[in-house]
């Protein structure tokens, strides 16, 4: 069984910061491709960000490129999402998953999801 568990979300104003966590279980975080996720009310869900088995590769979104920063803890299988600089636009529940594709468009297991609304 895989299980992926976020946390870290919560009500920020803009410009300010959070960061996210990912514990996973039954698949290590070193051996697979992982990721978050973002939905936004009446929106599509969107690839954030992406790194890939071995770290050799990582994605961001456009809309998030220099403003947020994904990693890993191999020993504690949890992946983070940094978020800095944020605006009511990053507004949307994030999720993590894995293993991901290349393209940062899809995930086989799923988290529940975490809230991150972002207003004054």
């Known amino acids: 069984q895989v299980y992926l568990v976020e946390s870290g979300g919560g009500l920020v104003q803009p410009g300010g910061s959070l960061k996210l966590s990912c514990a996973v279980s039954?698949?290590?975080?070193?051996?697979?491709?992982i990721g978050w996720f973002r939905q936004a009310p009446g929106e599509e869900r969107e690839g954030v960000s992406c790194?890939?088995?071995?770290?050799?590769?990582?994605y961001y979104g456009d809309a998030v490129k220099g403003r947020f920063t994904i990693t890993k803890d191999d020993a504690k299988n949890t992946v983070y999402l940094e978020m800095n600089n944020l605006q009511p636009e990053d507004t949307a529940v994030y999720y993590c998953?894995?293993?991901?594709?290349?393209?940062?468009?899809?995930?086989?297991?799923w988290g529940q999801g975490t809230q991150v609304t972002v207003s004054s």
């Open positions: 790194i890939s088995r071995g770290d050799e590769d990582i």
């Open positions: 039954g698949i290590s975080v070193d051996y697979v491709a």
């Open positions: 998953a894995a293993p991901v594709t290349q393209q940062c468009d899809y995930g086989e297991y």
